[in-house]
């Protein structure tokens, strides 16, 4: 089984607000990655967790902040996002740093 | 700066011909080479990894790569309608551990005509 998942699918949030997307997989998977997807373009690098702590950080705003709880499950919060955030979130993961990766189906999110 | 790059296409095939999609890289130390397969709205699918010099077959799909022509390409036989999507290109930069990442082409869009 290659599934991860993540929720919610879809996500309309406003500026001011706060709000969290989650990933999990039961690969035993111990890398797991936040790309942001813009139409047209290719997923973009946010985040890499390995063994449950942040290895890379590609310079990405504060606004986006990522929690790893255990080794399945990563966050992704948000907070003062602006429009130009919106965009396609994806999470995957991969038995360890430079081996394939598998994404989840993503979320949509629309900052208004 | 690492790059990958494929043509964006659209690369239009007939159904039932062979699709041949292409990507180069400049990270010479890069040793894993990933395809994946992107239907609009959807999230990338793995479709063929590929570490070793030479050819990988996996059922309809071939994954070639030639390191020291820094090329990677990907072949589909019988093509479908259903194969129809963005192709992406992702090669795995860094120096092992922690600083390992995918770097990837902007994506080739496949159209095949019925």
Known sequence: ?112 | QKEVEQNSGPLSVPEGAIASLNCTYSDRGSQSFFWYRQYSGKSPELIMFIYSNGDKEDGRFTAQLNKASQYVSLLIRDSQPSDSATYLCAVNIGYGGATNKLIFGTGTLLAVQP
């Not at chain 1, 706060?18 to 997923?43: D, F, N, T, V």
């Not at chain 1, 942040?54 to 907070?79: A, G, K, T």
């Open chain 1, 1 to 112: 089984d290659t599934e991860v998942t993540q929720t919610p699918k879809h996500l309309v949030m406003g500026m001011t607000n706060k709000k969290s997307l989650k990933c999990e997989q039961h690969m035993g998977h111990r890398a797991m990655y936040w790309y942001k997807q813009k139409a047209k373009k290719p997923p973009e690098l946010m985040f890499v967790y390995s063994y449950e702590k942040l290895s890379i950080n590609e310079s990405v705003p504060s606004r986006f902040s990522p929690e790893c709880p255990n080794s399945s499950l990563l966050n992704l919060h948000l907070h003062a996002l602006q429009p130009e955030d919106s965009a396609l979130y994806l999470c995957a993961s991969s038995q360890d740093q430079g081996f394939e990766q598998y994404f989840g189906p993503g979320t949509r999110l629309t900052v208004t």
